[in-house]
């Protein structure tokens, strides 16, 4: 039987993560609770719960974080205090150092461990190994359709729906654009959380009305060598600032708690 998992939020990245258990877990994942805001109108067959204490008194191994930066912040910490292993989708939010440092601490004053999937992207693996090399230029550009960028900064700035070509909405690093567009660089953040950290990595944000899906680019140079990657994902059907490639790698990091091989 898998262990028992937590979930916070469930918006359209909890919702494709269980749907994604369901399917690759004998008997469905072993679902401690789901904690929520409001629990009323929500499927009974679930365990809703709308505290935290709620949750961590279910037991559960590991907590996923599918909610927002704002859940990072209220429930980070204490999850790890509690000894509980916590994956977080919105890693955006450790652009805000001292939450890091908190969550860094609480993680290595109990023995449990901060899990940050690879969300959107590819090649963190090659981009942390090379980092052991000696890093030495980090560059990420992100493209999304203009509709993705609304209720952001560049609402303000630009009419995104009469663009025609690829406007450049932010230019400058990974720390300033994860907090200044949070809901849409949680990728960048995972690039600089596992390169050159969130003062050195390079970013860059396009509102391009010519793709349909949202492009990551990511630009490596290192002394063990270089690298450049494009993905093209699709966009989650809930929400378009989201590649459905987040909630999948939610769910790899899920079963690697009960997997016999990991890779």
Avoid at 19 to 38: H, T, W
Avoid at 43 to 72: G, N
Avoid at 182 to 196: D, I, Q, S, W
Avoid at 238 to 257: K, Q
Wanted: hydrophobic share 40%; aromatic share 6%.
């Amino acid at each position: 039987m898998m262990d028992p998992i937590g979930l916070i939020g469930f918006g359209g990245i909890a919702e494709s993560v269980l749907e994604k258990l369901n399917d690759e877990v004998e008997g469905g994942p072993n679902l401690a609770g789901i904690l929520v805001r409001e629990a009323a109108g929500r499927p009974e067959q679930l365990p809703f719960v709308t505290e935290l204490d709620q949750l961590i008194s279910t037991r559960p191994r590991v907590i996923a974080e599918c909610a927002s930066h704002q859940a990072v912040q209220r429930y980070g910490e204490s999850i790890l205090r509690a000894g509980v292993d916590l994956i977080v989708v919105s890693i955006g939010a450790l652009a805000d150092p001292a939450l890091s440092d908190r969550l860094r601490t609480a993680a290595s004053d109990t023995g449990s461990k901060l899990i940050c999937p690879s969300g959107a992207i590819g090649a963190v693996d090659a981009l942390s190994s090379a980092r052991l090399g000696g890093l030495e230029r980090v560059r990420y550009r992100s493209r999304k359709p203009p509709r993705a960028w609304k209720g952001t900064p560049a609402e303000d700035a630009f009419d995104l729906d009469q663009l025609t070509v690829p406007q450049v909405i932010y230019q400058g690093y990974a720390r300033q654009a994860a907090l200044l567009y949070p809901r849409n660089t949680n990728a960048a953040a995972a690039v600089a959380f596992a390169g050159l950290g969130f003062e050195d990595t390079e970013v860059e944000l396009i509102a391009d009305p010519t793709v349909s899906g949202n492009i990551h680019e990511i630009d490596v140079q290192a002394k063990s060598g270089s690298f450049f990657i494009t993905l093209t994902g699709k966009p989650s059907s809930a929400n378009p600032r989201t590649s459905m490639l987040t909630a999948y790698s939610v769910a790899r990091a899920l079963l690697h708690y009960n997997g016999p091989v990991v890779i």
